[in-house]
């Protein structure tokens, strides 16, 4: 219990006056300042230490998630020096919090209650790039309001998510807290994931404040290592890096963190290109930017600032309104200002963007909104939410390998489980997993496998760890693999290997593992791999190896009932990849969209030697964007409407698909496209469009695809974007890897 030692917030008294007396306007769609007028009066009441205050966000001791750089948040908190709390939750604590702000400041301005609610709260989906597999938009939503509500009933009323970083480098360990490879649907995920947090009215107490991260480009960190180097030309940062930023603003994303590297030169905490230019001003950003942990004082290793308190002058002169855990602000915002260096208008607008979402939340209204106890206790892990979790797991993996259908698993076969992730109940919900739980509230695929099998009835051996050398336990392995029918072993990485400050510079399944599989092998039993990771690996060996594997990513609170479901076949999987999994690490960065060069490798000359390519290791990756296998197949008969497009006109294709297999499936038919000639060098295609359909066995269904000459623009040499007449080509087929199969010319006169 914190000492409460101050009076009552002045505010506190006068605020039901002041709201009452200011009439608010109803809210249109995304208004501006829609609060002006009560943003105004309280900002009229600050001194100048209030309202640098409001700019101060640390981290409470409850969960930390970066070097704590100050733990006196609670005294800051009591002289009004923060206006928001990060990795803070539970009623009890957070009210704590919010009664010293309220109740025992000057003004009593609520605090808001930051946390990195990534994928789930408590009840834990897959990872992002997990759950991007599966392509399910709605889901996507879903899983975010899901969060949201478990969040919110924990008092938290903002998360530091979705994170719409574009990521090509398997290497870089964040490529796990993303929607993929292709901006065209990280984009329409990003949608998905603000609405599901944001829900219609953030004035309701189940919605939170999302936060667009890490702007920007950060996914393209140089070789893949976590805070390194970005440098690209500007045309390949609005085409590729940019659009999924611009996506969830455009559905009214409330808050952007700038991420940790530099952009060409200027890092991104101090890039007035980035939020005065494009964010504030192109884009009419009305929410507020915070930084990623202490991003500024790291402005002066980055060589950009002379000293932490030259850096504080740098981040608000460039458009940041919130220092996260830095104390920059705190400490010489006050002073920069007074010697002129920072404006207080600057000062003044930051703090108003501030005060609007804590309107737009309804925190002057009622400050304990997010506190109630009957929502903690009730609406958190609930079963509905625990089903929604076992469907998204299940949606989320793809089937990358069944040769000779060795699955789904025959009823009644004898099953061996090996591997060190078997059992495990604390990987399982992979990173930045909020307060998931690690210690046995997650389903391992043992204990799903024991309640589907009986207890006495599934054959185990850990075989290894995850890491390390010990092979001592091969022969337990071996032994109950010679007994079994069938062996499903479940092998990969810690979680801890992907996410922050986690990138690699080999991305085989590591430590002893593989020459676990060798001697499971060695047996003569099928092996199924479930693969349990957080990035694409490099599996040529266990693609010859393994009869069978499953992509399962960190699948989540319920994840081992979803590898099961989908072993047996109770759900026949469907899930893409949302990135390219290379056959060599020196293939990275890797992506479907690449441009073609001027010496492609020629199919009709594959080992022609002055081309664009590596001595010994083909282009391609192993499974390609958009692959993932189904118990059932499919067959697509393709037609378009017209051959010649123009501006204002549609062209309508059509893919009829079978379903030709012996079962139900769903299948994601996409649709990608070729511009053959173009003032900046195309891609050799992009998707354009998608959706996921079920087919019962033997069924057909035609999905229709719309293309207009909007849907062809580029950013030219100039910049502008625009569409070309011309040549392009098209396909539309279940992953990204096939040819095309008609053409078509846009005319423009
Ligand atoms: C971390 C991450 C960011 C996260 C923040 C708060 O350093 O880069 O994604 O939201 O700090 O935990």
Redesign the pocket.
Known sequence: MIAITRKAGVLSLLLPVLISCTDTPVREEKEKDSFTAQVDSVLGLMTLEEKIGQTVLFTSGWDV??PSMDDNYREYIENGSVGAV?NAFTTTYNRELQQVAVEHTRLGIPLLFGY?VIHGHRTIFPIPLGESASWDLGLMEKTARIAAVEASAEGINWT?AP?VDVARDARWGRIAEGAGEDTYLGSLIAKARVKGFQGDDLAANNTILACA??YAAYGAALAGRDYNTVDMSENEFRTTYLPPFKAAHDVGVATF?NS?NDLNGVPATGNSFLLRDILKGDWDFDGFVVT??TSINEMVPHGYARDEKHAGEIAMNAGVDMD?QGGIYMKYLKQSIQEGKVSEKDLNDAVRRILDMKFRLGLFEDPYRYMDKTREKEEVLSEEHLEVARDAARKSMVLLKNDKEVLPLKQGARIALVGPLVKDEKNIIGNWAAAGDREGTAVSVFEAFEERLGKDNVLYAEGCKVLGEDTSGFKDAIAVARKADVVVMVVGELEGMTG?AASRTDINIPGKQKELIKAVKETGKPVILVLMNGRPLTLEWENKTADAILEAWWPGTMGGYAVADVLYGDYNPAGKLTVSFPRAVGQLPLYYNHKNTGRPIQPEDPDQKYVSRYLYTPNTPLYPFGYGLSYTSFAYEVSTDKQTLVPGETLTITAKVTNTGERDGEEIVQLYVHDKVASVTPPVKALKGFEKIFLKKGETKSVKFELTAEDLKFFNPELEWIYEPGMFELFVGGHSDMPFTHTFELKTE
Do not use: A, C, N, P
Request: hydrophobic share 45%.
């Open positions: 998630t970066g990060f990195d530091f994170m991260k890490h963190m940790f990623d942990y996260m922050e």
